[in-house]
């Protein structure tokens, strides 16, 4: 049996995702071994983030400051607002410099087995920035899976009840290049179909 600081810490790991507890373990006595100099450096830069960080007021990604650095840049198109789950998806969609309007980040998915979810969502801040601005088009840019289904069918419900004349679109999918279409899902070989291009 750990020593009690060493467990609440194993355990305090433990609740990040995608590590379970022998990992958490080994992160404990990595740090433990390493000394205090990396210990310090953690706590430090932990208690800085927490200090620093904070929500923007226009889209809703984390941000040292409020309006953030993309909800601020004149040079972006703010009448075009794509919709992500996280914070991460924004900095994804950023990396292929495809995209220059702005962001609005929803921090999760509607699921189907949890109703108190969409008070966590930052959906009716979405549709009041809508209604607060002059906005051509909304992408919603949600992981093709069940939740985010559900999530995108919402949105565009929503979306036309308070500004109808904003054009909703949606990522288009289907087969990636080089794939085999017999080895392609239903689904996937589907929206193919739908979202066929013309040659």
Same mark, same amino acid.
């Given at each position: 049996?750990?020593?009690?600081?060493?467990?609440?810490?194993?355990?305090?790991?433990?609740?990040?995702?995608?590590?379970?507890?022998?990992?958490?373990?080994?992160?404990?006595?990595?740090?433990?071994?390493?000394?205090?100099?990396?210990?310090?450096?953690?706590?430090?830069?932990?208690?800085?983030?927490?200090? &620093?960080? +904070?929500?923007?007021?226009?889209?809703?990604?984390?941000?040292?400051?409020?309006?953030?650095?993309?909800?601020?840049?004149?040079?972006?198109?703010?009448?075009?607002?794509?919709?992500? &789950?996280?914070?991460?998806?924004?900095?994804?969609?950023?990396?292929?410099?495809?995209?220059?309007?702005?962001?609005?980040?929803?921090?999760? &998915?509607?699921?189907?087995?949890?109703?108190?979810?969409?008070?966590?969502?930052?959906?009716?801040?979405?549709? =009041?920035?809508?209604?607060?601005?002059?906005?051509?088009?909304?992408?919603?840019?949600? =992981?093709?899976?069940?939740?985010?289904?559900? &999530?995108?069918?919402?949105?565009?419900?929503?979306?036309?009840?308070?500004?109808?004349?904003? +054009?909703?679109?949606?990522?288009?999918?289907?087969?990636?290049?080089?794939?085999?279409?017999?080895?392609?899902?239903?689904?996937?070989?589907?929206?193919?179909?739908?979202?066929?291009?013309?040659?």
């Amino acid at each position: 049996m750990y020593a009690k600081p060493i467990q609440e810490l194993i355990r305090a790991f433990s609740r990040l995702p995608s590590v379970g507890e022998r990992t958490a373990e080994r992160f404990v006595f990595h740090l433990l071994k390493s000394g205090k100099k990396d210990v310090t450096e953690i706590t430090l830069t932990l208690k800085n983030l927490i200090e &620093t960080v +904070k929500s923007c007021e226009v889209c809703w990604d984390f941000t040292d400051k409020s309006p953030c650095d993309l909800c601020s840049d004149v040079r972006r198109d703010h009448k075009v607002i794509c919709v992500v &789950t996280q914070a991460q998806d924004r900095e994804t969609i950023e990396h292929t410099g495809q995209f220059m309007g702005v962001y609005h980040i929803l921090r999760g &998915t509607l699921k189907t087995d949890d109703d108190n979810i969409a008070k966590y969502l930052k959906i009716n801040e979405l549709m =009041n920035r809508l209604q607060k601005n002059e906005v051509d088009e909304v992408i919603l840019a949600l =992981n093709p899976d069940i939740s985010g289904e559900t &999530t995108m069918m919402y949105l565009e419900r929503q979306i036309k009840k308070i500004a109808p004349l904003i +054009k909703v679109t949606r990522l288009a999918r289907g087969l990636p290049m080089g794939s085999d279409i017999q080895y392609a899902d239903e689904i996937t070989l589907g929206s193919a179909l739908k979202n066929r291009v013309s040659s």
